[in-house]
């Protein structure tokens, strides 16, 4: 049999209307919008296009609902334009795709975001269909903000978590990411899906929901908190490692014990133009050079190079350069030290 490579990402596709706007108005006010782009969205497409666009030398997979829709059109003919596989893309006549009103502030890239949940809030275990795959890796993103996948069952589990250890027993290694949102399930669904995860991508807000601290301190994050929460994640489940990021760089703690910091990149202020998907440019960057076999420290560097990148555009991927132009715009200006 051969030896598995690539990457498979299922979950939320998500078409994302980006509105540049001029602030965001109190209620009964208006603002204006500068400009407006459609654009990928949601954490598998997000993380598929930028592979895409970092040049990865490794097959990229979707997997996910999408309407019978010119929404869900887009999205096929986008994958396809970018050499991604979308025999795993399935199309609903029930659900039109999912989208995301997007509206990003020129000053400073701070967002809001306005979802309908479409066909993924009706995307489940029996729409992941991973005979014809030869990944070596599955990511399945976001929990929190597919219905069917997280709804817990009598035994405590969720449709997620039965995904996942399938896909183990399959001789995949699973990475999964979390979404910002605040649901009161995020520990039950955490504690069913955790212990089938490898790697797990999660920020300093949603790590703090799960684990029940608050993880930054007079607005900067609280490292020593970050890590003990790591370690607490691993407690929970995670078998490899947990990787928490925030806008000021990373922490990495893996099962081993080994603890693992990187600094965000100093992107000037001129440079940045919006932040929708820097998180999933994050996650792109660290599962390139994962696949690769890279230590975790290389992982890291490529991440937030990768990260920062990302932010040189309001939507999610289209500033994205090949793995080499992110590293070289990255160490050019600079790495900071957490």
Not at 13 to 23: C, G, L, Q, R, S
Not at 254 to 267: D, H
Not at 272 to 289: E, H, M, Q, R
Request: charged share 20%.
């Amino acid at each position: 049999m051969p030896e598995r490579t690539g990457l498979v990402a299922a979950g939320n596709f998500i078409i994302d209307h980006v509105k540049m706007i001029d602030a965001y108005p109190e209620p009964e006010m208006l603002t204006n919008i500068r400009s407006q782009s459609s654009s990928n969205g949601g954490g598998p497409y997000n993380v598929l296009k930028d592979l895409a666009k970092m040049e990865a030398p490794f097959p990229l997979e979707a997997v996910g609902l999408i309407g019978q829709d010119a929404h869900g059109d887009w999205v096929v003919a986008d994958c396809e334009e970018h050499g991604i596989a979308t025999w795993g893309l399935k199309r609903s006549a029930a659900a039109a795709t999912s989208y995301t009103d997007a509206m990003t502030v020129v000053q400073g890239g701070q967002r809001t975001f306005f979802h309908h949940r479409g066909a993924n809030a009706v995307f489940g275990q029996s729409d992941v269909d991973l005979e014809s795959s030869r990944a070596k890796w599955f990511y399945l993103g976001y929990l929190l903000l597919l219905d069917q996948m997280d709804a817990l069952d009598g035994e405590g589990r969720t449709e997620a978590s039965r995904v996942l250890e399938r896909v183990q027993a399959a001789g995949m290694q699973t990475v999964v990411d979390f979404v910002s949102v605040p649901d009161e399930r995020i520990r039950s669904i955490s504690a069913a899906s955790l212990p089938h995860v490898n790697l797990l991508f999660i920020n300093e807000i949603e790590a703090g929901m799960v684990t029940g601290g608050d993880l930054r301190r007079d607005g900067k994050p609280n490292i020593k908190a970050i890590e003990e929460a790591a370690s607490a994640l691993i407690e929970i489940g995670v078998k490899d490692a947990v990787v928490i990021h925030f806008q000021e760089g990373a922490v990495v703690k893996t099962r081993a014990g080994e603890v693992y910091r990187q600094g965000a990149v100093k992107v000037p202020g001129s440079a940045i133009v919006g932040s929708t998907g820097a998180g999933d440019a994050f996650a792109a960057g660290f599962l390139y050079g994962i696949h690769e076999g890279w230590e975790i420290p290389a992982c890291l560097e490529h991440a937030v190079c990768a990260a920062a990148i990302s932010l040189g555009d309001g939507t999610p991927s289209e500033a994205m350069r090949t793995s080499s132009e992110c590293l070289a715009q990255g160490r050019e200006w600079g790495l900071s030290v957490l």
